[in-house]
Antibody, heavy 123, light 110 residues
């Protein structure tokens, strides 16, 4: 059974940093691209970032480019996102999601999702 | 960037009814690279349909997807109580790489 478990969320002040983790199990983690998708309270879904199976390729939404860094450690079956220069607009539940292929594109949909971790940016 | 519009915003139906949800793209979605997700309150989204019409693993055949180009439809036949939720469409596969979601359609009990 595929399981994705996010952690690392919490309350952070504007301008601060946070690193989220996603522990994966139930599949060969190193064979699939992975992504982060977020959802602001009461709002819709927004894709944030993706990384290929080896980590060689990454992609970011314009809203986070230059502030967020996605990475992975295939030896630990774990996905990360380092979030810097956070603003109130980054407040959201952050979901880790698995893609059905190893590289980025074209089949960039999400076949499994974690339960999410809440990031609140507030003073 | 391809913008997705979903209609209606809210659909009020009774169990046993058929739900027809629309997703319209601002430009053609290549190779029908469109997915549908279901999200219940407090839960993560669940993949229902990919490639516009292929059901994901474990999804009952009451759920069906159709469409191409800029117009796509999710049909839910014989609505069951557990089907009342928010449904999102998502496009992928565009070049340069862009992934966008629609704003969602809420299917509520009438």
């Amino acid at each position: 059974e595929v399981q994705l478990l996010e952690s690392g969320g919490g309350l952070v002040q504007p301008g601060g940093s946070l690193r989220l983790s996603c522990a994966a199990s139930g599949f060969t983690f190193g064979s699939y691209a992975m992504s982060w998708v977020r959802q602001a309270p009461g709002k819709g879904l927004e894709w944030v970032s993706s990384i290929s199976n080896t980590g060689a390729s990454t992609s970011y939404a314009d809203s986070v480019k230059g502030r967020f860094t996605i990475s992975r450690d295939n030896s630990k079956n774990t996905l990360y996102v380092q979030m810097d220069s956070l603003t109130a607009a980054d407040t959201a539940v952050y979901y880790c999601a698995k893609e059905p292929q190893q590289w980025l594109g074209p089949r960039d949909y999400f076949d499994y999702w974690g339960q999410g971790t809440l990031v609140t940016v507030s003073s | 960037e391809i913008v997705l519009t979903q209609s209606p915003g809210t659909l009020s139906l009774s169990p046993g009814d058929t739900a027809t949800l629309s997703c319209r793209a601002s430009q053609s979605v290549s190779s029908s690279y469109l997915a549908w997700y279901q999200q219940k309150p407090g839960q993560a989204p669940r993949l229902l349909i990919y490639g516009a019409s292929s059901r994901a693993t474990g999804i009952p055949d009451r759920f069906s997807g159709s469409g191409s180009g800029t117009d796509f439809t999710l049909t839910i036949s014989r609505l069951e109580p557990q089907d009342f939720a928010v449904y999102y469409c998502q496009q992928y596969g565009s070049s340069p790489r862009s992934i966008t979601f629609g704003p969602g359609t809420k299917v509520e009990i009438k």
